[in-house]
């Protein structure tokens, strides 16, 4: 058989893409799902999370296969000679192949599978990316050299490197390319602009470089001195910590700040905490070589080469417990898709691809927190202050180090987010996702018309527990949180679905949950407790959707809910400057007797459902499960705009990447693109009558979402909308015991 030097892939994820978009997420148990046949001799994977398409280089067969993630069929582009390595720029949807024996890199559309060929230097041998500059940086082992396509043109620049340059990584933040060159014992550092030059010593024989751009923080692997060379990107400072024997592969998660390194020589893994540099040991299965981090769920896969009997050992991040799953004879490249929880591996022993459900993120219970102002750009500066978001920029806010008491072990916030677009100007969409993470192709929310608005959102933490927000137009943003998902301990909530139903409207009869309206400027409390709608005494906060509906046709300036018996908090859950009908969904902590505060700036009436309820945990109760952004449905492409009942239904068990059939609830993100005015959408668990509720309101025909908690029966979700239009869905988490 034939071989190479080892080589690393390299993965950027950076994803700027217009408004209603989103990628899709699958989640299970870790399992081997199928194998589909490869060319001969497999020798490096990559996956395209934007496209769901998986990318693997046959060395000996001189071909790419390219294997489609949703139906794991399979298809052959021709490549040079001697093909090593891929990257992949997703957003141009071109990847590169870099071919060893025939001095050049393939460049393959991704839309088409149609190829051309790059001259590059001797003996390429790895190459990456970078998406911002649409450059990709290939290492000529033979000539000692680095060739720098540019992506619009294909002409080629040559950079001279270090001795047998083995590995490329780009840090797209800080526009830097680090080429480790194993024959030196150094790295050379590129200047992205200029291209000039320095080389930093590191130990020896380096084979692999890893970036966390978050803390500009690079990692070279010495397989000659088993360690790890640490530089710091912005001083070019070098420290190192020892591994284990003859390590191989190295990994990072830049949401936990830890790096995992492979050890060949003695079986195991070497995990490298990236703030204080202690380390710890895990026992692996056999030769461990390629490994890949999935930030999502916090699990690391690697796998085992053996000819006979090779294998993939997940590593949990939370505990540092393993699980191996059996794959084909000498698995030598692996890649996991975080977006659809697939991992792929390559096994060059039978010339095959393994595929691979990953294991489901560790389940989250919620602590409720009485709502607080986190952030509000429209302030001064500072670090939860101005200035606002640019449009075509993101930002980043550390929630732990806010003034709210949220606790540096929160892995997932329920905040309420509200654009307050710069001068009224449109704000085509805004999205918040975890720090450290690749931004998702997805939208959480839409101001066309320039409107104060806002959308509830359940979102997992990122480095430092930080989120990033980004927004297509300039955008004030204010955010507000009103609890935290963490771990299982004896302060967390399990959550309760409920069949949906309506808690009060001040459109009915004078009541205690009913007329009249809600006057300016007071506060009125509501018993939930006293409603039809089974909430029982025990329950400390409730899943809500809240619906303002105007008095005299007067704009609101806000709403606020917050528990009864507190002070009011300075935070909003809705507004309503242009007099229509608005909702949102929150959470809301129950507070004295039970029950909710509701203030408003204007005379308006108020309607609010209830779809579940946080209590101490029992055996109904369910935990939440972080996802990635997952398109379950959208109209405008399948099916089209619809009036009255859906049929068929949002089929979410039945999706291409499937969410677990353990999933009893739902978080989903509802958007609809309305052909007429919309009087109201409702969600709903398929099979059961259409309930007298409603997720959203579009009476002014405008692009609108709205956080949904829908509890689920058989896997799919019933939908009604009050006039024409398109529906899209989006799925971000799920509820399952």
């Known amino acids: 058989?034939?071989?190479?030097?080892?080589?690393?892939?390299?993965?950027?994820?950076?994803?700027?893409?217009?408004?209603?978009?989103?990628?899709?997420?699958c989640a299970g148990a870790q399992t081997l799902l199928t194998t589909v046949p490869a060319g001969s001799y497999p020798v490096a994977i990559a996956v395209n999370s934007a496209t769901n398409i998986i990318y693997v280089v046959n060395q000996n067969s001189n071909s790419l296969t390219v294997i489609d993630g949703a139906t794991d069929h399979a298809a052959t582009v021709g490549t040079g000679a001697g093909p090593v390595a891929v990257a992949i720029n997703p957003l141009s949807n071109k990847i590169?192949?870099?071919?060893?024996?025939?001095?050049?890199?393939?460049?393959?559309?991704?839309?088409?599978?149609?190829?051309?060929?790059?001259?590059?230097g001797n003996y390429p041998i790895a190459l990456a990316a970078n998406p911002v500059t649409n450059k990709i940086y290939v290492a000529n082992y033979g000539s000692n050299n680095v060739t720098v396509i540019d992506g619009a043109t294909n002409r080629t620049t040559t950079v001279n490197a270090g001795a047998r340059p083995l590995a490329v990584a780009v840090n797209s933040a800080t526009n830097k390319i680090y080429v480790a060159n194993n024959g030196g014992g150094d790295v050379t550092v590129i200047d992205g602009v200029t291209n000039s030059t320095a080389t930093i010593g590191v130990g020896a024989y380096p084979r692999a470089v890893a970036i966390n751009q978050a803390t500009n923080t690079i990692y070279v692997l010495d397989s000659g001195s088993n360690q790890v060379s640490i530089i710091d990107g912005a001083t070019n400072n070098v420290s190192s910590v020892a591994v284990g024997t003859s390590p191989s592969g190295i990994a990072l998660d830049p949401v936990r700040n830890r790096?995992?390194?492979?050890?060949?020589?003695?079986?195991?893994?070497?995990?490298?905490?990236?703030?204080?540099?202690?380390?710890?040991?895990?026992?692996?299965?056999?030769?461990?070589?390629?490994?890949?981090?999935?930030?999502?769920?916090?699990?690391?896969?690697?796998?085992?080469?053996?000819?006979?009997?090779?294998?993939?050992?997940?590593?949990?991040?939370?505990?540092?417990?393993?699980?191996?799953?059996?794959?084909?004879?000498?698995?030598?490249?692996?890649?996991?898709?975080?977006?659809?929880?697939?991992?792929?591996?390559?096994?060059?022993?039978?010339?095959?691809?393994?595929?691979i459900a990953g294991a489901t993120a560790d389940p989250l219970q919620f602590v409720p927190l009485t709502p607080c102002r986190v952030a509000d750009t429209r302030l001064p500066h500072?670090?939860?202050?101005?200035?606002?978001?640019?449009?075509?920029?993101?930002?980043?806010?550390?929630?732990?180090?806010?003034?709210?008491?949220?606790?540096?072990?929160a892995a997932a916030y329920s905040l309420n987010v509200t654009a307050v677009p710069v001068g009224g100007g449109a704000l085509g969409y805004l999205t918040i996702w975890p720090t450290g993470e690749s931004q998702p192709v997805a939208s959480t929310l839409n101001s066309l018309d320039g409107r104060t608005k806002a959308n509830a959102a359940i979102v997992p933490a990122g480095v430092s527990g930080a989120v990033?927000?980004?927004?297509?137009?300039?955008?004030?943003?204010?955010?507000?949180?009103?609890?935290?998902?963490?771990?299982?301990?004896?302060?967390?909530?399990?959550?309760?679905?409920?069949?949906?139903?309506?808690?009060?409207?001040?459109?009915?009869?004078?009541?205690?949950?009913?007329?009249?309206?809600?006057?300016?400027?007071?506060?009125?409390?509501?018993?939930?407790?006293?409603?039809?709608?089974?909430?029982?005494?025990?329950?400390?906060?409730?899943?809500?959707?809240?619906?303002?509906?105007?008095?005299?046709?007067?704009?609101?300036?806000?709403?606020?809910?917050?528990?009864?018996?507190?002070?009011?908090?300075?935070?909003?859950?809705?507004?309503?400057?242009?007099?229509?009908?608005?909702?949102?969904?929150?959470?809301?902590p129950a507070g004295t007797g039970g029950s909710v505060a509701v203030y408003v700036t204007q005379d308006t009436q108020l309607v609010a459902d209830i779809n579940g309820y946080f209590a101490p945990p029992g055996l109904a109760g369910l935990s939440l499960y972080s996802a990635f952004p997952f398109r379950v449905l959208d109209t405008r492409t399948t099916g089209g705009a619809f009036t009255g009942k859906r049929n068929p239904p949002v089929d979410v068990a039945g999706s291409p990447c499937g969410i677990p059939q353990a999933a009893?609830?739902?978080?989903?993100?509802?958007?609809?693109?309305?052909?007429?005015?919309?009087?109201?959408?409702?969600?709903w668990p398929d099979g059961g009558s259409l309930p007298v509720v409603s997720t959203l309101n579009a009476l002014d025909g405008a692009v609108t979402s709205n956080m949904a908690v829908v509890p689920n029966t058989d896997g799919k979700t019933a939908a009604y909308a009050a006039g024409l239009t398109d529906l899209i869905v989006d799925i971000s988490s799920y509820f399952a015991p």
């Open 468 to 588: 990033s927000i980004y927004a297509s137009n300039p955008t004030d943003v204010v955010l507000d949180i009103n609890g935290y998902f963490q771990a299982p301990s004896a302060q967390t909530l399990q959550f309760y679905p409920l069949p949906p139903c309506r808690v009060l409207d001040t459109r009915g009869p004078n009541g205690d949950l009913g007329g009249p309206h809600l006057p300016a400027n007071r506060e009125r409390d509501f018993p939930f407790l006293e409603s039809n709608c089974q909430i029982p005494a025990g329950a400390l906060a409730y899943s809500m959707n809240f619906t303002v509906v105007p008095v005299g046709g007067q704009p609101l300036g806000y709403l606020s809910v917050w528990p009864a018996g507190h002070d009011q908090p300075v935070v909003s859950t809705l507004n309503n400057p242009t007099a229509t009908d608005v909702a949102n969904a929150a959470i809301v």
């Open 664 to 683: 009893q609830a739902y978080v989903f993100n509802a958007t609809v693109v309305p052909r007429a005015p919309l009087g109201y959408l409702t969600l």
């Open 259 to 355: 790096i995992y390194v492979t050890n060949t020589g003695d079986n195991s893994a070497t995990i490298i905490d990236g703030t204080t540099l202690a380390t710890t040991t895990v026992a692996v299965g056999t030769s461990p070589d390629a490994i890949d981090v999935d930030p999502l769920t916090d699990k690391a896969y690697l796998s085992n080469s053996v000819f006979t009997g090779g294998s993939v050992t997940m590593i949990n991040g939370a505990d540092d417990s393993t699980a191996t799953v059996f794959v084909r004879p000498y698995p030598t490249a692996i890649a996991v898709n975080s977006v659809t929880n697939r991992v792929y591996v390559a096994n060059s022993g039978d010339n095959s691809v393994s595929v």
């Open 382 to 409: 500072g670090p939860f202050g101005g200035p606002y978001i640019a449009g075509q920029q993101s930002r980043s806010f550390p929630l732990p180090q806010s003034s709210c008491g949220i606790p540096p072990g």
């Open 96 to 120: 590169y192949v870099a071919n060893q024996d025939g001095n050049s890199v393939t460049e393959i559309d991704g839309a088409t599978n149609h190829s051309s060929s790059i001259a590059v």
């Open 1 to 25: 058989m034939k071989r190479t030097h080892p080589e690393t892939t390299h993965k950027i994820c950076i994803l700027l893409s217009p408004a209603l978009l989103a990628l899709s997420l």
